[in-house]
């Protein structure tokens, strides 16, 4: 016999299950979907590094349909976009006027819902795997760095780039209470003088109690300089109360040594610091009683960061001169960085060395030096990383990441592709390294003509001239066949002079 209670329970249930029998389509969200491709449309259209019409872009994504459901096709023909099944069609619009964003966002959204309608492996990724399907397709025609991010994903990203950061404290639970287990060096909470081990009560007056490691952890992280209020308790000092401002110390990036007569730099990143921390062992560098010869660059695995460190790291060791030009259709996407005129380097022999991993950032500051005459460059073909990306949030909380700006060097060749061609290489095995300093020591620079084709190399061109251009240094893992040849140009200046472009805005030496 059933009791009473759980015949109530049943009798409850029974409605619901009513309204949604099984097999039943769950409902495609039509109107957000249309308000994510006209928004989509709208914002790549006027931005994109080459102008595409609206009907190309909707068309590139469109098959992405047709990779989640290879028995699904769509096409455009006679001026009627169609969605069809190998048997029968199942959905047609006309083809909008090609400058009506909205039209084309609606008919996107409109072939999505077709297919969602019929097709099981649609619905199996849910609405924001129709989405990301239509971009991944569409982003396979364009570059490498433009893409879509889902709405979970773009959440923590925005997270991220807006300094969403906690106190330098991490926390576990320990017989029912919350305990600090680390205190991060440098950080508020260090400065505070909290120790681990001590209990954390509460968070902005929110009690512990019952509470989670994580939850603790959640509420304490908030945006960059915003102030936390923590209750704690600890056998020493009892129940007390600190403030403390949301900050997290920067891991380091800048790593510095001297080897014999050289002052060398490690850059491993470019984070928000980076900068000021390179200017600041320059500077630390130089004011001892044997200073340094010379000071090397090392970017060897350096993968980029921040656009503005990089050009602030250029601005360190420069005197005058462009350091970089990011050019785009968008006039918002063009802007010069120009050197401010103080070198903290004393005009000292300045050697960058780069291997195949170096990207983006570190490229850019690499040619910087390289293009200005200020440094030579030692190691091999770079990453070629010189494209630089906007961002739009979505209405479904995702964000497109659209690449609108090329970076250019000082001489005007773009870093994408091409990449940094050093003075002097590397990579092409031991005997030709010693042939390449003892020319170079003569006065000669036997890379001459590989390092003109590069300097003058300007798009549109062919994959086989980025080949063979970069086929005269090939990219490769760095070793220390790279430092060693930094010893020997800081030691020789001659072959330092030879090994020297001139800086930008004058002639190169001519191919031999």
Same mark, same amino acid.
């Given at each position: 016999?059933?009791?009473?209670?759980?015949?109530?329970?049943?009798?409850?249930?029974?409605?619901?299950?009513?309204?949604?029998?099984?097999?039943?389509?769950?409902?495609?969200?039509?109107?957000?979907?249309?308000?994510?491709?006209?928004?989509?449309?709208?914002?790549?259209?006027?931005?994109?590094?080459?102008?595409?019409?609206?009907?190309?872009?909707?068309?590139?994504?469109?098959?992405?349909?047709?990779?989640?459901?290879?028995?699904?096709?769509?096409?455009?023909?006679?001026?009627?976009?169609?969605?069809?099944?190998?048997?029968?069609?199942?959905?047609?619009?006309?083809?909008?006027?090609?400058?009506?964003?909205?039209?084309?966002?609606?008919?996107?959204?409109?072939?999505?819902?077709?297919?969602?309608?019929?097709?099981?492996?649609?619905?199996?990724?849910?609405?924001?795997?129709?989405?990301?399907?239509?971009?991944?397709?569409?982003?396979?025609?364009?570059?490498?760095?433009?893409?879509?991010?889902?709405?979970?994903?773009?959440?923590?990203?925005?997270?991220?780039?807006?300094?969403?950061?906690?106190?330098?404290?991490?926390?576990?639970?320990?017989?029912?209470?919350?305990?600090?287990?680390?205190?991060?060096?440098?950080?508020?909470?260090?400065?505070?003088?909290?120790?681990?081990?001590?209990?954390?009560?509460?968070?902005?007056?929110?009690?512990?109690?019952?509470?989670?490691?994580?939850?603790?952890?959640?509420?304490?992280?908030?945006?960059?300089?915003?102030?936390?209020?923590?209750?704690?308790?600890?056998?020493?000092?009892?129940?007390?109360?600190?403030?403390?401002?949301?900050?997290?110390?920067?891991?380091?990036?800048?790593?510095?040594?001297?080897?014999?007569?050289?002052?060398?730099?490690?850059?491993?990143?470019?984070?928000?610091?980076?900068?000021?921390?390179?200017?600041?062992?320059?500077?630390?560098?130089?004011?001892?009683?044997?200073?340094?010869?010379?000071?090397?660059?090392?970017?060897?695995?350096?993968?980029?960061?921040?656009?503005?460190?990089?050009?602030?790291?250029?601005?360190?060791?420069?005197?005058?001169?462009?350091?970089?030009?990011?050019? +785009?259709?968008?006039?918002? @996407?063009?802007? #010069?960085? $120009? /050197?401010?005129? !103080? *070198?903290?380097? =004393?005009?000292?022999? %300045?050697?960058?060395?780069?291997? +195949?991993?170096?990207?983006? @950032?570190?490229? #850019?500051? $690499? /040619?910087?030096? !390289? *293009?200005?005459? =200020?440094?030579?460059? %030692?190691?091999?073909?770079?990453? +070629?990383?010189?494209?630089?990306?906007?961002?739009?949030?979505?209405?479904?909380?995702?964000?497109?990441?659209?690449?609108?700006?090329?970076?250019?060097?000082?001489? +005007?060749?773009?870093?994408?592709?091409?990449?940094?061609?050093?003075?002097?290489?590397?990579?092409?095995?031991?005997?030709?390294?010693?042939?390449?300093?003892?020319?170079?020591?003569?006065?000669?620079?036997?890379?001459?003509?590989?390092?003109?084709?590069?300097?003058?190399?300007?798009?549109?061109?062919?994959?086989?001239?980025?080949?063979?251009?970069?086929?005269?240094?090939?990219?490769?893992?760095?070793?220390?066949?790279?430092?060693?040849?930094?010893?020997?140009?800081?030691?020789?200046?001659?072959?330092?002079?030879?090994?020297?472009?001139?800086?930008?805005?004058?002639?190169?030496?001519?191919?031999?």
């Amino acid at each position: 016999m059933i009791p009473a209670r759980a015949l109530l329970f049943l009798l409850l249930i029974v409605p619901a299950e009513a309204q949604t029998p099984p097999g039943t389509i769950p409902p495609f969200p039509t109107a957000l979907s249309q308000a994510v491709f006209t928004q989509a449309l709208a914002f790549m259209q006027p931005r994109t590094l080459v102008s595409y019409s609206l009907p190309t872009l909707a068309l590139w994504g469109l098959p992405g349909l047709t990779a989640l459901d290879p028995s699904l096709a769509t096409d455009l023909s006679a001026g009627t976009l169609r969605l069809s099944l190998p048997d029968r069609i199942l959905a047609v619009r006309p083809e909008p006027p090609a400058d009506d964003v909205a039209g084309w966002g609606a008919a996107i959204a409109a072939l999505a819902a077709a297919s969602w309608q019929e097709s099981p492996s649609v619905r199996a990724v849910g609405p924001n795997g129709v989405t990301e399907a239509f971009f991944d397709e569409l982003f396979n025609h364009f570059d490498p760095y433009s893409r879509y991010v889902a709405p979970g994903d773009a959440a923590s990203e925005r997270a991220l780039r807006s300094g969403w950061i906690g106190t330098g404290l991490t926390v576990a639970l320990q017989s029912g209470a919350i305990v600090i287990v680390t205190v991060a060096a440098g950080s508020p909470a260090s400065d505070a003088h909290i120790l681990p081990g001590e209990r954390l009560l509460s968070v902005d007056g929110a009690p512990t109690r019952g509470r989670t490691a994580r939850w603790a952890e959640d509420e304490m992280a908030g945006p960059e300089g915003t102030p936390v209020v923590l209750t704690l308790f600890d056998l020493a000092t009892g129940v007390h109360t600190v403030t403390l401002p949301r900050h997290e110390p920067a891991p380091e990036t800048v790593f510095a040594s001297r080897a014999h007569e050289m002052l060398v730099l490690r850059i491993s990143a470019f984070d928000a610091s980076t900068g000021p921390h390179l200017a600041n062992e320059i500077a630390a560098g130089l004011s001892v009683s044997d200073p340094p010869q010379g000071i090397v660059l090392d970017l060897r695995g350096n993968r980029g960061g921040l656009l503005d460190q990089a050009v602030y790291a250029a601005d360190v060791l420069l005197h005058r001169g462009i350091i970089a030009t990011t050019a +785009g259709r968008d006039p918002a @996407a063009r802007h #010069i960085w $120009a /050197a401010s005129g !103080a *070198d903290m380097a =004393r005009d000292l022999p %300045v050697v960058v060395v780069v291997d +195949g991993l170096t990207a983006s @950032a570190a490229e #850019i500051l $690499a /040619a910087a030096l !390289a *293009d200005n005459g =200020r440094a030579v460059v %030692v190691g091999s073909a770079t990453l +070629g990383k010189g494209l630089v990306q906007t961002i739009d949030q979505l209405p479904d909380g995702g964000e497109l990441f659209v690449t609108w700006s090329q970076v250019l060097a000082p001489r +005007g060749w773009p870093i994408q592709s091409l990449g940094i061609l050093p003075q002097v290489c590397t990579s092409l095995g031991q005997p030709a390294l010693d042939r390449q300093l003892a020319l170079l020591a003569g006065g000669s620079q036997p890379l001459a003509r590989a390092i003109y084709q590069h300097e003058m190399a300007r798009p549109p061109f062919p994959l086989a001239q980025i080949l063979a251009i970069r086929a005269a240094c090939p990219a490769t893992v760095g070793s220390e066949a790279s430092m060693v040849a930094a010893r020997v140009l800081i030691d020789n200046p001659a072959a330092y002079a030879a090994a020297l472009l001139p800086p930008a805005g004058r002639p190169l030496f001519p191919p031999e």
